[in-house]
């Protein structure tokens, strides 16, 4: 019979460890260690967020109940509540952001690619402000009784698994962290009305990336060519409630860019959806998708708002066991690198989860020895030691 280390072991296991030292060592993470390693702090922080702890003395008390499971973690001992802290307020997050980065890019390449027939990657960015309290974290000043942060995303919609992320102070701009983002040429770019602005619209042009976004009310859009109404658009004049699809589909340029010499040749297209009881202009400089396409695109632009709405209810993104500038930054990469992990199990389980339901199963199940991968595919089935030891037992009994 094969032995196996705890689920969360074989789950920690999934970081490269060379990868890890590696990081360690360019970002000097370790010159006043004085014993506690990089890799203890990173158990201890990835805990924080698969176990829930609600603080520093949850984390270390948690993993010092786990006694000699640490082993499995290569742990010897649980930390100390204030070496961990001083760990988390000194020790640089940005080792934390690369690991983060190169994370994302080594499972998601083990993932297939997106729903669309097109070859092109697909990606969303957005961003999602964090409430702080003022007095507790004076340094992040967003209103008068408020601090805040904010998390800018890009999500990678083949598997839908985070691709880049960066920490801002609330106040900070979206399209003031757009402008500094690079993206591959051939890259379809979905964002909503607040990133529209035409001097990065074409510049992504210029890169030879593509953007699916709204148009902003009172932008100007000079139509050279339109394209034969839909039949939904037929319908919709006539009257008919029930109508939904391409209302127009023009092919034009922005002109109030045009004086700069660069002008961005876009589609604009108009959709209805009954479900909604709305109307909707879209704007992209493909000039070859469907219309049908750019408004399915559009829609999937909602699994950014769908990641952030589950990384804020299922792990520990609200409430932080520091108030450094550091420390809270640690505490969300490190949220980021657990929601990777999680994600690519649920990629790749034959079992259907809601991320929700394997977030909670995985808590309760985190310092079990069993196999991780037969779990997630069958979560509801006994572990094969289980089931010998009762087969033993009903042999006995008759």
Same mark, same amino acid.
């Given at each position: 019979?094969?032995?196996?280390?705890?689920?969360?072991?074989?789950?920690?296991?999934?970081?490269?460890?060379?990868?890890?030292?590696?990081?360690?060592?360019?970002?000097?993470?370790?010159?006043?260690?004085?014993?506690?390693?990089?890799?203890?702090?990173?158990?201890?922080?990835?805990?924080?967020?698969?176990?829930?702890?609600?603080?520093? +003395?949850?984390?270390?008390?948690?993993?010092?109940?786990?006694?000699?499971?640490?082993?499995?973690?290569?742990?010897?001992?649980?930390?100390?509540?204030?070496?961990?802290a001083?760990?988390?307020?000194?020790?640089?997050?940005?080792?934390?952001?690369?690991?983060?980065?190169?994370?994302?890019?080594?499972?998601?390449?083990?993932?297939?690619?997106? &729903?669309?027939?097109?070859?092109?990657?697909?990606?969303?960015?957005d961003?999602?402000?964090?409430?702080? #309290?003022?007095?507790?974290?004076p340094?992040?000043?967003?209103?008068?009784?408020?601090?805040?942060?904010? =998390?800018?995303?890009?999500?990678?919609?083949?598997?839908?698994?985070?691709?880049?992320?960066?920490?801002?102070?609330?106040?900070?701009?979206?399209?003031?962290?757009? &402008? !500094?983002? +690079?993206?591959?040429?051939?890259?379809?770019?979905?964002?909503?009305?607040?990133?529209?602005?035409?001097?990065?619209?074409?510049?992504?042009? !210029?890169?030879?990336?593509?953007?699916?976004?709204?148009?902003?009310?009172?932008?100007?859009?000079?139509?050279? *060519?339109?394209?034969?109404?839909?039949?939904?658009?037929?319908?919709? !004049?006539?009257?008919d409630?029930h109508?939904?699809?391409?209302?127009?589909?023009?092919?034009?340029?922005l002109?109030?860019?045009?004086?700069?010499g660069?002008?961005?040749? =876009?589609?604009?297209?108009? %959709?209805?959806?009954?479900?909604?009881?709305?109307?909707?202009?879209?704007?992209?400089?493909?000039?070859?998708?469907?219309?049908?396409?750019?408004?399915?695109?559009?829609? *999937?632009?909602?699994?950014?708002?769908?990641?952030?709405?589950?990384?804020?209810?299922?792990?520990?993104?609200?409430?932080?066991?520091?108030?450094?500038?550091?420390?809270?930054?640690?505490?969300?990469? #490190?949220?980021?690198?657990?929601?990777?992990?999680?994600?690519?199990?649920?990629? &790749?389980?034959?079992?259907?989860?809601?991320?929700?339901?394997?977030?909670?199963l995985? &808590?309760?199940?985190?310092?079990? %020895? +069993?196999?991780?991968?037969?779990?997630?595919?069958?979560?509801?089935?006994?572990?094969?030691?289980?089931?010998a030891?009762?087969?033993?037992?009903?042999?006995?009994?008759?």
């Open positions: 019979m094969n032995r196996v280390s705890s689920i969360f072991s074989q789950l920690v296991h999934l970081v490269p460890r060379p990868l890890f030292a590696d990081l360690v060592a360019k970002h000097k993470a370790e010159r006043h260690s004085r014993g506690f390693s990089s890799w203890s702090q990173f158990i201890a922080m990835l805990f924080c967020q698969l176990g829930d702890a609600q603080s520093l +003395r949850e984390i270390v008390q948690g993993l010092a109940a786990a006694e000699g499971r640490l082993r499995h973690l290569d742990l010897d001992d649980a930390p100390k509540r204030s070496t961990l001083y760990a988390n307020k000194h020790r640089p997050a940005e080792m934390y952001q690369d690991l983060f980065h190169r994370l994302s890019v080594q499972l998601r390449g083990q993932l297939p690619g997106h &729903r669309f027939e097109f070859k092109n990657k697909l990606a969303s960015f961003s999602s402000l964090i409430t702080l #309290c003022a007095r507790s974290f340094w992040a000043h967003y209103q008068r009784a408020k601090g805040g942060v904010k =998390v800018h995303l890009m999500l990678d919609h083949s598997g839908h698994m985070p691709a880049y992320a960066v920490i801002s102070e609330g106040k900070k701009s979206d399209i003031d962290v757009a &402008r !500094q983002m +690079r993206f591959a040429p051939g890259t379809v770019l979905l964002f909503d009305r607040g990133y529209v602005a035409l001097d990065w619209l074409a510049e992504l042009d !210029q890169g030879e990336v593509f953007f699916v976004t709204r148009i902003k009310k009172g932008m100007h859009f000079e139509a050279l *060519e339109r394209n034969e109404p839909a039949k939904a658009t037929e319908e919709f !004049q006539s009257g409630s109508a939904e699809g391409v209302l127009a589909d023009e092919t034009g340029y002109p109030g860019h045009a004086a700069k660069k002008e961005i040749f =876009v589609r604009r297209g108009r %959709y209805y959806d009954k479900d909604n009881h709305r109307e909707f202009e879209f704007l992209t400089n493909h000039l070859e998708l469907p219309p049908e396409t750019v408004a399915a695109l559009y829609r *999937e632009r909602w699994q950014i708002e769908t990641f952030f709405r589950a990384l804020k209810q299922n792990l520990r993104i609200k409430s932080f066991v520091g108030t450094s500038e550091n420390a809270l930054a640690t505490q969300i990469y #490190c949220a980021l690198i657990a929601m990777l992990l999680i994600a690519f199990l649920k990629h &790749r389980a034959k079992y259907g989860w809601s991320l929700s339901n394997l977030v909670a995985l &808590r309760q199940q985190l310092l079990v %020895y +069993r196999d991780l991968w037969k779990w997630i595919d069958e979560p509801f089935e006994p572990p094969e030691a289980l089931l030891a009762a087969s033993a037992q009903l042999s006995l009994e008759l």
